[in-house]
Each structure stands twice: as C-alpha cells, then as structure tokens.
C-alpha cells in the first residue's frame, strides 16, 4: 500500500474551502485524472479516472464526515484506496487542506510511477489546482454540511445537539 500526504494552504475562508470540497461532482475540474463523480447518496460516490492510462471506475463510502474538520473515505470495489482530508483555519482567510491518501498500484506502471514519484506530484498538482479554483470563485458551488460517523448519516437539514454523531470520547459540537 502506497501512501501520500500533501497538503495546501487556500486563500479562502475554512467555510468556503470545505463547502466547495464537498461538491465532489466538481472534481474533474480541478482533479487531472478524474473523468466523473457520481454522488449516489449522502455518503456513496462512484468514480472514473484514466489512471496510468487504464480506465478505472470504483465505488467509495465516506465514513466519517465532521463539517470544516474532516472527510474519511474508502473504496468498496475496483480501485482500492482510502483516505482523509482535513481541514484547519490559520487565519480567518486562510484555510490549510491537508490529503492522506492510500492506494494499492496495479501493475508495473502504476508501481514505476509511485517510485518515481508521479502520483505524489499528481496529488499536488490537483491541491494546487484546487486552490486556483476556489480562489478564483470566492465562493463554493455548493454544501452538504452534515455529519457521518459509520453507518451513521445526520443531514444538515436533521441537525440538532443531539443527534450529531461523534466518535467516542469526542465532545458534541
């Protein structure tokens, strides 16, 4: 398992930044591999890319979604991969994106690009662009500002203090 970390620093509001990374059907204009996102429910989303060339689809699950804090995902078939994306205010206009990403290579391709650091700098080109695109909006092209943790999904429209799940140990917002 391959694993990659990078991170970004946007000159947008953490509120903007994070609604912006939740219109995932916006990817592939920021995300060069990506060719579609299909969001089929709150916490479902099916991808395709051209990864190495190949035509990839899979499906993944967001598990734990905490608003301007976190996104978890992972892959339910085809492509196996997970990971997060946090979100921290340095400033009341400045936002850092921070991506962990892990993915299985499939083939001596995708292998020889993870060792000559291809899919690092791919990650980095989409954060930097990312960055350009929402700098350059001002504003995001949508939200979904609920919350999920497991199984567990509280739309926004459903939010109160008490039904917004958190992990253990985890104060209520």
């Not at 991170?7 to 509120?15: G, R, Y």
């Not at 009341?92 to 020889?112: A, C, D, F, K, M």
Request: proline share 6%.
């Amino acid at each position: 398992m391959e694993v990659i970390e990078q991170l970004v620093e946007v000159e947008q509001p953490i509120s903007v930044v994070y609604d912006q990374w939740t219109q995932f059907e916006d990817f592939p204009c920021f995300m060069e591999s990506i060719v579609e996102v299909s969001q089929t429910d709150d916490k479902r989303l099916h991808w395709k890319a051209v990864i190495a060339g190949r035509e990839k689809e899979w499906d993944a699950e967001i598990f734990e979604q905490v608003p301007e804090k976190r996104i978890a995902w992972r892959s339910m078939n085809g492509v196996k991969n997970s990971g997060s994306v946090t979100f921290a205010e340095i400033t009341p206009e400045l936002t850092r994106v921070t991506v962990h990403l892990s993915y299985e290579p499939e083939g001596i391709i995708e292998n020889l690009a993870g060792m000559l650091g291809f899919a690092v700098a791919r990650v980095t080109d989409d954060l930097q662009r990312f960055k350009e695109f929402i700098e350059a909006r001002g504003t995001a092209s949508g939200a979904w500002r609920g919350y999920i943790h497991g199984r567990n999904v509280v739309p926004e429209t459903e939010i109160n203090s008490t039904s917004v799940p958190q992990p253990e140990g985890q104060p209520q917002p």
